[in-house]
T-cell receptor, first 114, second 115 residues
Framework: DTEVTQTPKHLVMGMTNKKSLKCEQH?????MYWYKQKAKKPPELMFV???????INESVPSRFSPECPNSSLLNLHLHALQPEDSALYLC?????????????FGPGTRLTVL | AQSVTQLDSQVPVFEEAPVELRCNYS??????LFWYVQYPNQGLQLLLK??????LVESINGFEAEFNKSQTSFHLRKPSVHISDTAEYFC?????????????FGQGTTLQVKP
């Protein structure tokens, strides 16, 4: 299995809702990443987990809360989002958290905040 | 710190014509270099990478890129493009010494292949 899966594919939520995005990989990778991508822009790094521990938080607002319950799973919990948070949310994984490691990306969750 | 500049935001080209997508980077340390492709409504896929060794790297679908240290460039080329190559292309760098795994992306180049 050489892919990263993400669910749901699309999500529409109101500003008062609580929802979660899920990412899964079974490649034995020990680094996992969350990115946010706006239309026609490059991905922006949000969080990095290494060996299930939060390694990097790129000063992301607390309405985004990541969780890594095990080495294969990465969640992003969403609460009280703003319309400007609407974007494509990409998950990625790599063998280790190191610069030479290729990052494998999932297809993304397209989030719309009303 | 590193930065990446993709000099063209859009590159229109006819099918079977050659194409070059330009990428320049700035860094005070040695870097690893990557090209990722993003097809419409999909995630990113690695196209090719330069880690060390031969400065010319090739992908399985006919793309190649050459690392030029003196010009700090990593341009992507294909001698003959297909309609299916229409996509967004991102150049990215990662610093040798940081060990954070952080990728610094360029702004992207939209390749539009016309019949």
């Amino acid at each position: 299995d050489t892919e990263v899966t993400q669910t749901p594919k699309h999500l529409v939520m109101g500003m008062t809702n609580k929802k979660s995005l899920k990412c899964e990989q079974h490649m034995g990778h020990r680094a996992m990443y969350w990115y946010k991508q706006k239309a026609k822009k490059p991905p922006e790094l949000m969080f990095v987990y290494s060996y299930e521990k939060l390694s990097i938080n790129e000063s992301v607002p607390s309405r985004f809360s990541p969780e890594c319950p095990n080495s294969s799973l990465l969640n992003l919990h969403l609460h009280a989002l703003q319309p400007e948070d609407s974007a494509l949310y990409l998950c990625a994984s790599s063998v280790r958290q190191a610069g030479w490691n290729e990052q494998f990306f999932g297809p993304g969750t397209r989030l719309t905040v009303l | 710190a590193q930065s990446v500049t993709q000099l063209d935001s859009q590159v229109p080209v006819f099918e079977e014509a050659p194409v070059e997508l330009r990428c320049n980077y700035s860094s005070s340390v040695s870097v690893y270099l990557f090209w990722y492709v993003q097809y419409p409504n999909q995630g990113l896929q690695l196209l090719l990478k330069y880690l060390s060794g031969s400065t010319l790297v090739e992908s399985i679908n006919g793309f190649e890129a050459e690392f030029n240290k003196s010009q700090t460039s990593f341009h992507l080329r294909k001698p003959s493009v297909h309609i299916s190559d229409t996509a967004e292309y991102f150049c990215a760098v990662s610093g040798h010494s940081s060990n954070t795994g952080k990728l610094i992306f360029g702004q992207g180049t939209t390749l539009q292949v016309k019949p």
